[in-house]
Nanobody, 122 residues
Framework: QVQLVESGGGLVQPGGSLRLSCAAS????????MRWYRQTPGKQRELVAA???????NYADSVKGRFTISRDNAENTVHLQTDNVTPQDTAVYYC????????????????WGKGTLVTVSS
């Protein structure tokens, strides 16, 4: 089992910077995809960004050009950051983890963190 803990959320002013972190622990495989999702009450959870252990990234159109997903020196930590948040970025942000097989395909269920709330307001 993989445990994920998100951090870095809080109150941010429009145009400000945001840096979220997701720390993974437990039975971590060496090949995986980690993703950031976000959800606003009453709306479906949406994918924000993804990164594989090989460094391949993908972004939703709503954040492309503003958000960056990355890994730090610790292989079990992923970040999501921007220097220009908007009120539309207000949401609970969730981190997920999923294993990639030796054949190059994902398998099994996602592991999820409990989320961190980001509120963008002046």
């Amino acid at each position: 089992q993989v445990q994920l803990v998100e951090s870095g959320g809080g109150l941010v002013q429009p145009g400000g910077s945001l840096r979220l972190s997701c720390a993974a622990s437990g039975s971590i495989f060496s090949i995986y995809t980690m993703r950031w999702y976000r959800q606003t009450p009453g709306k479906q959870r949406e994918l924000v960004a993804a990164i594989t252990s090989g460094g391949i990234t993908n972004y939703a159109d709503s954040v492309k050009g503003r958000f960056t997903i990355s890994r730090d020196n610790a292989e079990n930590t992923v970040h999501l950051q921007t220097d220009n948040v908007t009120p539309q970025d207000t949401a609970v942000y969730y981190c997920s983890y999923r294993v990639i097989s030796s054949a190059g395909t994902e398998y099994g269920p996602h592991s999820w963190g409990k989320g961190t709330l980001v509120t963008v307001s002046s």
